[in-house]
């Protein structure tokens, strides 16, 4: 989805999915838009680049639908950082001393675009399927008071949201307002 959702009347959580797919498009197309060197450069005081931006998205996404709300275990489910549980606490605002996001070398924007497709689709499968007050499964993400759909829902589109606003400004320092490279 290349615009934002129609306000057509659609509404729970098929308008939740159209929205994720559409800030999902807005990230992988601000990353891909910008060279493969301005993928891994930060021009930001706190250091993070595009590609580290859109695995963390990835990452993110997977940790709350198939971790936390289908209670999957999943490899790395702290794969977009560099060290194995960035939080002191579950409810921490502020990640622990020396926690960053992190993209191996080898690995492309492209093909981390690809895995956030897959990831996708779990969540718009979770949507269609379960009800939005359905609380998570216990034993994946969650031991006890697990949230319901519809709030993980609304705390990853926020999260997506915010990290859209944040790589609009990093790929306008990269390419200035009118999108031509610097």
């Known amino acids: 989805m290349t615009t934002e959702p129609s ?19 807005e990230i992988v197309r601000g990353v891909l838009a910008v060279s493969v060197a301005d993928q891994r450069r930060s021009r930001l005081p706190s250091g993070w680049t595009p590609i580290e931006l859109l695995s963390h998205v990835l990452h993110m996404e997977q940790r709350w639908f198939v971790w936390g709300f289908l209670g999957e275990s999943i490899t790395e489910p702290y794969g977009d950082w560099n060290v194995p549980d960035p ?29 956030l497709a897959t990831v996708a689709e779990r969540t718009r499968t979770v949507l269609r399927t379960c009800g939005p007050t359905t609380p998570a499964a216990r034993g994946g ?18 999260e997506y949201a915010r990290h859209a606003g944040h790589l609009d400004i990093a790929v306008e320092l990269t390419t200035g307002p009118s999108g031509d490279p610097l």
Do not use: K
């Not at 306000?7 to 498009?25: E, F, I, S, T, V």
């Not at 605002?93 to 675009?113: C, I, K, M, N, S």
């Not at 993400?141 to 589109?157: G, K, N, Q, S």
């Open 141 to 158: 993400r969650f031991a006890a008071d697990p949230p319901t759909l519809e709030w993980i829902c609304l705390h990853v589109l926020a």
């Open 7 to 25: 306000p057509d009347g659609r509404g729970g959580l098929d308008l939740w999915a159209d929205y994720l797919d559409w800030l999902r498009a």
């Open 87 to 115: 939080w002191p606490s579950d409810d921490a605002d502020r990640v622990r001393p020396g926690a960053r996001w992190q993209v191996p070398d080898d690995v492309t924007a492209t093909e981390l675009a690809e895995r």
